[in-house]
């Protein structure tokens, strides 16, 4: 337990917490949205720092991240808790748990999670994932730092939905991020995610206007936000506001948790596929076998770049982060990773 950034304290012994837009108002004795968030006696503390529920080394393809050091290696630590309760979560045992309801947190300090990940041979960083990290930002942070100092990349899985001071305090510290975009409409973040859209359209756009390396995941929801016509204006948003080279995952939904809908049908993901297809040069189909949507190919010939099978990757047609045939610019700068 540490005392948490980004918080006020008012009449009564209250806080409020500033890390994300739910500005959760938190007596004392209680927590915030996120259940990890706790006011001690009128002081907001980060429960869950140096605790940890999960860690491993995985593909980087994993995250998903496809264009981020394509075929590596990198180490995956997680905890509890998260900021938004979506009804389909995956990782819910994890992401809607408090402390007093998960005994498996295992002490991790900053400096063992960054000793693992060194003495991995070959891993490229951490990956701050499987709950939301934002919410256990003081933690995330300090292990970013140490890690930075041994030449690591950091990496956050995220839904983006952070208040704007903390999220350019991390610009310094993370070198990639995965955020889901979980629909383009306010109806489904209220409706489902209990949380609203437009925060994290604003953090994809500063992520943009800071030169931050990002890939975008759409997970596309049967009878909830699979409607042609909002996807449409999702990707051409993206295209339009984020830039046509910006990498897009449009991941199949199974029922979990909460939500019971049929799986996405492999006839949609592939229609999605064709309209993203028509405003972005990078668009991958996740969570289902397809014969579209797996490789890297140049969009300007069309050449094969980077082979994909489940998460076997090669990298057959780039050089310095370009098509070996036509020259074209496919990953830029700190992405090359070979």
């Excluded at 994890?94 to 999670?113: G, H, V, W």
């Excluded at 310094?172 to 979980?182: G, H, Q």
């Excluded at 992520?207 to 996807?231: A, G, M, P, Q, S």
């Excluded at 939904?253 to 993203?276: G, H, M, R, W």
């Amino acid at each position: 337990m540490q005392k948490a950034s980004f918080w006020n304290k008012l009449e009564n012994n209250k806080t409020i917490c500033n890390l994300c837009p739910h500005n959760c108002v938190i007596p004392v004795g209680k927590r915030g949205v996120c259940k990890v968030r706790k006011n001690i006696n009128g002081e907001l503390f980060a429960e869950t720092y140096g605790q940890i529920c999960s860690s491993g080394f995985d593909p980087i393809e994993k995250k998903p991240l496809y264009h981020f050091f394509p075929g590596s290696v990198i180490f995956s630590v997680g905890s509890i808790g998260c900021n938004l309760h979506c009804k389909f979560c995956q990782n819910w045992e994890i992401s809607q748990s408090s402390p007093d309801e998960y005994p498996y947190l295992k002490n991790a300090s900053p400096q063992e999670i960054v000793r693992s990940a060194v003495n991995k041979k070959d891993n490229i960083g951490i990956a701050y994932t499987y709950n939301e990290p934002i919410v256990w930002y003081e933690y995330m942070l300090d292990i970013a730092k140490l890690a930075k100092k041994e030449n690591l990349k950091n990496v956050m899985v995220t839904n983006g939905y952070i208040n704007q001071k903390p999220l350019e305090e991390l610009m310094e510290y993370i070198d990639a991020f995965s955020v889901d975009l979980k629909a383009f409409t306010e109806d489904f973040y209220k409706k489902i995610s209990f949380a609203e859209l437009h925060p994290v359209k604003e953090t994809l756009r500063t992520l943009r206007r800071n030169n931050k390396y990002f890939e975008i995941t759409n997970l596309v929801i049967t009878d909830e936000n699979d409607d042609e016509n909002d996807f449409t204006e999702m990707v051409k948003w993206i295209a339009g506001e984020l830039g046509a080279d910006t990498v897009f995952h449009i991941s199949r939904y199974f029922p979990t948790y909460k939500l019971t809908n049929q799986p996405t049908s492999v006839t949609t993901l592939l229609k999605f596929y064709e309209i993203a297809k028509e405003h972005l040069n990078y668009v991958y189909i996740g969570n289902a076998s397809t014969e579209k949507g797996q490789n890297t190919y140049c969009p300007k010939c069309g050449e094969l770049l980077i082979h994909r099978s489940r998460y076997s990757t090669q990298v057959e047609g780039l050089e310095n982060g370009k098509c070996k045939k036509c020259g074209h610019q496919v990953l830029v700068g700190d992405s090359w990773g070979f």
